[in-house]
């Protein structure tokens, strides 16, 4: 008897009870679009309507999950399966799973000169309503997706995207705001049609 619970004190020994590493990351998993004719983001542009406003803002929609990752142990001597506790930190500390590597924004017909399908996203700002209030590049919104502080900071439930100037010719205008990742995995989404007068 006694050698049966030496023995199994000797393993209790050398079984770790340790925390798995968690590597807590966002995802983000769908994204929809509305266009306003105000920076408050209360008057939706509708299809049917010709707005004379110099700027449109634009509400990205966005809903993502937590996602954490596991990783195993690699001890030769843990042979029994751990419980796993998530010490590592706040959820999101790592900011996105799959890093943006960009943000694009096309047109489907010719916006100023820039023909249909071009990139145009140096004619738009971002609202950083969470931080400083400013209005900011669409590269600096790539690399505050990146962070974690974005997610962790407020909860952005949408980024508030500002298109800086008007089309000089009457056509009217769906933009669609493609998210694109290192991966090469990407997310698309439009708005309805913007008809200017």
């Given at each position: 008897?006694?050698?049966?619970?030496?023995?199994?004190?000797?393993?209790?020994?050398?079984?770790?009870?340790?925390?798995?590493?968690?590597?807590?990351?966002?995802?983000?998993?769908?994204?929809?679009?509305?266009?306003f004719?105000?920076?408050?983001?209360?008057?939706?542009?509708?299809?049917?309507?010709?707005?004379?406003?110099?700027?449109?803002?634009?509400?990205i929609n966005?809903?993502?999950?937590?996602?954490?990752?596991?990783?195993?142990?690699?001890?030769?001597?843990?042979f029994?399966?751990?419980?796993?506790?998530?010490?590592?930190?706040?959820?999101?500390?790592?900011?996105?799973?799959?890093?943006?590597?960009?943000?694009?924004?096309?047109s489907?017909?010719?916006?100023?000169?820039?023909?249909a399908?071009?990139?145009?996203?140096?004619?738009?700002?971002?609202?950083?309503?969470?931080?400083?209030?400013?209005?900011?590049?669409?590269?600096?919104?790539?690399?505050?997706?990146?962070?974690s502080?974005?997610?962790?900071?407020?909860?952005?439930?949408?980024?508030?995207?500002?298109?800086?100037?008007?089309?000089?010719d009457?056509?009217?205008?769906?933009?669609?705001?493609?998210?694109?990742?290192?991966?090469?995995?990407r997310?698309?989404?439009?708005?309805?049609?913007?008809?200017?007068?």
């Amino acid at each position: 008897m006694k050698r049966n619970i030496l023995i199994l004190v000797f393993f209790l020994g050398i079984i770790p009870i340790s925390c798995e590493s968690v590597d807590p990351y966002y995802k983000i998993d769908n994204l929809t679009c509305q266009a306003f004719k105000d920076e408050a983001l209360t008057n939706l542009v509708k299809p049917t309507d010709i707005i004379s406003e110099n700027k449109v803002y634009f509400k990205i929609n966005m809903s993502y999950t937590y996602v954490a990752n596991i990783e195993k142990s690699r001890q030769w001597f843990n042979f029994t399966t751990s419980a796993y506790a998530f010490s590592k930190g706040t959820p999101g500390i790592d900011g996105l799973k799959d890093k943006l590597k960009t943000i694009e924004i096309f047109s489907n017909n010719n916006f100023n000169g820039k023909p249909a399908g071009t990139d145009i996203k140096d004619l738009f700002k971002w609202h950083d309503v969470q931080w400083d209030g400013q209005q900011k590049t669409i590269d600096s919104l790539v690399i505050a997706l990146n962070q974690s502080s974005f997610f962790i900071g407020g909860n952005p439930y949408f980024l508030k995207l500002i298109l800086m100037e008007k089309p000089n010719d009457n056509l009217p205008q769906t933009f669609t705001f493609n998210f694109v990742y290192e991966n090469g995995s990407r997310q698309l989404v439009s708005s309805t049609d913007i008809n200017w007068v």
